[in-house]
């Protein structure tokens, strides 16, 4: 665990513009790029980053099931907007207009996610032909147009038949996973380079399984535990089982990090974050690369663990994907269904974005450290960053989205000085591609480097975009430098 007062020792040059005053900033931002330091190495991928719910839409389309997605989102009250995924950005049947915007970006690669419910309807058995040909008809396009793939199996969309036996909660989970997996890189796994298991666990099994404001809806400390523990051991399963018949392929799975301090000097505080960090943090972490639960919930996973278990979640990957978008400030709250923890207020004066999130562009080189310090520094993509803004309206064929450029160079130059110390990071996959579902905000929230018109599903590429665009035609952009 990191105090308040290190991090302000250990904030860089390069980020403490961060705390700038705007002009002083953007001032900055203009300068010329360093001749020698911190840079984004030659092969390092800049892209952009989807999943299947939240950009597709189609959802009755060519044998699709229903996912958790669908039920939550049409039941009254769960999301804030009263909207659903049924539409979303059309992805579906825009697919080859959203990869054009990524070729003409000069993206490297595209990380999306496969709709479970598409390939097997009911979450088992053969699989649906016609949904894995639309991935197939992804894929080609991305290679015809220079983009790589980078598949996640697991983006929150479970099918509604396998919930209905129990979802995550039921161990039976773990084969049905291990053989989706299978068939679906049966069909792909010839194209498709890398592939990760999950998306953010922790944050599926915190929001969907202990509060409930995300599908499934299920809630409590038990459900919690049962989920994140099945979770882990489909992914350890899935990947022995595709390991085995596509060796060659990139494997690994995608964990939400986030350094986790006391909100307070109070010990409570103290105690409160090492057990938010190991629910948020450690209970993905350790059991991947150690074998173990954190020792401070070792306890609570006890009724699930099973003889075997830590030793099939414990395996070799490729890579691990990371999310990063701030850290988390906690506090004790003995009526917190997260370990007795809860959110407390940032440090004064932190900027925040719209989601009302800390923007903190360090912690994603603490992330990355310790990774590197406790987990044998793994070879990493920051799979997601990015912000929501209330961004103007469209004009003269584009968005004006300052704020959400800054905070997208200020991750980047996280990730210059976090390569520079020696992690071993690889590439970054913005948040998001398209403005899009946002779960239970609904599409009140704009996360999008592309602006989407939700009546009329124009797409309308923002300054962020041409901004991303411009880093990976390595143009000075404001002290990031791709290259050797
Ligand atoms: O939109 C989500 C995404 O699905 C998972 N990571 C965080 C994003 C922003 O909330």
């Not at 419910?117 to 053969?126: F, L, M, S």
């Not at 890398?194 to 969907?208: K, Q």
Request: aromatic letters at 10%; one cysteine or more; a negative charge.
């Amino acid at each position: 665990m990191i105090r308040r007062r290190d991090l302000l020792l250990a904030m860089p040059a390069g980020l403490a513009a961060s705390a700038l005053p705007r002009d002083l900033a953007l001032a900055q931002a203009a300068a010329p790029a360093p001749a020698a330091g911190p840079r984004l190495p030659a092969g390092f991928t800049l892209g952009a980053s989807t999943s299947s719910y939240q950009i597709e839409g189609a959802v009755n389309e060519d044998g699709r099931g229903a996912s958790i997605w669908d039920t939550f989102s049409h039941t009254p009250g769960r999301i804030k907007d009263g909207s659903n995924g049924d539409v979303a950005c059309d992805h579906y049947h825009r697919f080859a207009e959203d990869v054009e915007l990524m070729a003409q970006a000069g993206f490297g690669g595209y990380r999306f996610s496969i709709a479970w419910p598409r390939v097997q309807p009911d979450g088992t058995g053969a699989p649906n032909v016609p949904g894995l040909d639309f991935y197939d008809r992804l894929v080609d396009r991305l290679l015809a147009r220079g983009v790589k793939p980078f598949a996640c199996l697991y983006h929150w969309d479970l099918p509604q038949a396998l919930q209905d036996k129990g979802g995550w909660t039921n161990r039976d989970i773990v084969g049905c996973f291990t053989d989706y997996a299978q068939l679906t890189l049966a069909r792909l796994g010839d194209r498709v380079p890398r592939w990760a298991m999950l998306n953010e666990p922790s944050v599926h099994a915190i929001f969907g399984h202990a509060f409930g404001n995300h599908a499934p809806g299920m809630t409590g400390w038990k459900n919690y535990l049962a989920a994140q523990h099945h979770m882990n051991l489909a992914q350890g399963s899935a990947i022995r089982a595709v390991r085995a018949s596509h060796p060659r392929l990139g494997l690994g799975t995608v964990f939400s990090l986030q350094p986790v301090l006391p909100a307070t000097d109070k010990p409570q505080d103290a105690q409160a974050a090492v057990r938010f960090d190991a629910a948020w943090n450690g209970n993905n972490l350790d059991p991947l690369f150690h074998g173990r639960y954190p020792q401070i919930s070792a306890g609570d996973f006890a009724p699930v663990i099973r003889d075997g278990d830590l030793d099939l979640i414990k395996v070799p990957v490729d890579f691990l994907g990371v999310n990063y978008y701030g850290r988390a400030h906690v506090i004790d709250d003995p009526n917190g269904v997260i370990a007795g923890a809860g959110w407390g207020p940032h440090p004064p004066g932190t900027r925040t974005t719209a989601m009302g999130w800390p923007i903190e562009p360090h912690g994603l080189v603490e992330v990355l450290a310790r990774l590197r310090d406790d987990y044998g520094n793994p070879q990493t993509f920051i799979t997601e960053n990015g912000a929501a803004y209330d961004d103007p309206a469209p004009k003269a064929g584009t968005v004006n989205d300052p704020a959400r450029v800054a905070f997208i160079r200020e991750h980047l130059l996280a990730c210059q000085q976090a390569i520079a110390e020696g992690c071993a990071l690889k590439g970054y996959y913005v948040w998001s591609l398209l403005d899009n579902f946002e779960w239970a905000e609904g599409y009140s929230r704009r996360f999008g480097i592309i602006h989407v018109d939700f009546a009329t599903l124009q797409r309308t590429p923002k300054a962020s975009f041409a901004y991303l665009a411009a880093v990976a035609r390595g143009e000075p952009t404001g002290g990031i430098v791709t290259g050797p």
